[in-house]
């Protein structure tokens, strides 16, 4: 098993550009999510998934798009990066509510 | 909303000693569960323990053992036997049980172990 994967592992930005951070598991989880890490603000809830063709916004969600096509995939797309979106960003899932959120290794967003 | 406050941004323990991490929290909610990640310079994120809040009983893993007291909001974790291995940043997290798996973190501990 896998797990969850992330790609890329670290990336550098120009603002204004657009990406895509990829999110996999195979873990058949219906629950995804994706977190930001900032410096002394521990992870915060950007966007997240209950199921395929189901997303919602999280604490933090400006600036980002999600789209829940397959069970397996989650990703996170930046329209136009700015600056403030330097983090490491984290994708998550899991199953039932209570059970264990396995993480991704996550992504080092650098934007310049 | 749930907020999940950890009042010690870094502690060090001696090898072999315990130690123990504060986390409260705030919620209206009666059921829910508590956790606590840990987070080694590799930054993947490791779940340490889960505590049911309908239960009564601490929960413990090995080494790891939580404090959780309902009334207060306080679920503190408890290393013992500290090892070197143990130096990470700790986070505790909640999830409400009323239908949403999201994840409220803590600020995060730094916990250094002094050889």
């Known amino acids: 098993n896998a797990g969850v994967t992330q790609t890329p592992k670290f990336q550098v930005l120009k603002t204004g550009q657009s990406m895509t951070l990829q999110c996999a598991q195979d873990m058949n989880h219906e629950y995804m999510s994706w977190y930001r890490q900032d410096p002394g603000m521990g992870l915060r809830l950007i966007h997240y998934?209950?199921?395929?063709?189901?997303?919602d916004q999280g604490e933090v969600p400006n600036g980002y798009n999600v789209s829940r096509s397959t069970t397996e995939d989650f990703p996170l797309r930046l329209l136009s990066a700015a600056p403030s979106q330097t983090s490491v960003y984290f994708c998550?899932?899991?199953?039932?509510?209570?059970?264990?959120?396995?993480f991704g290794p996550g992504t080092r967003l650098l934007v310049l | 909303a749930q907020t999940v406050t950890q009042s010690q941004p870094e502690m060090s323990v001696q090898e072999a000693e315990t130690v123990t991490l504060s986390c409260t929290y705030d919620t209206s909610e009666s059921d829910y569960y508590l956790f606590w990640y840990k987070q080694p310079p590799s930054r993947q994120m490791i779940l340490v323990i889960r505590?049911?809040?309908?239960?009564?009983q601490n929960a413990t893993e090995n080494r790891f053992s939580v404090n959780f007291q309902k009334a207060a909001k306080s679920f503190s974790l408890k290393i013992s036997d500290s090892q070197l291995g143990d130096a990470a940043m700790y986070f505790c997290?909640?999830?409400?049980?009323?239908?949403?798996?999201?994840?409220?973190f803590g600020t995060g501990t730094r916990l250094t172990i002094i050889p």
């Open positions: 998550a899932s899991s199953g039932l509510t209570g059970e264990t959120q396995y």
């Open positions: 505590q049911e809040a309908y239960k009564q």
């Open positions: 998934s209950v199921g395929a063709g189901i997303t």
């Open positions: 997290a909640y999830q409400s049980n009323f239908g949403n798996e999201k994840l409220t």
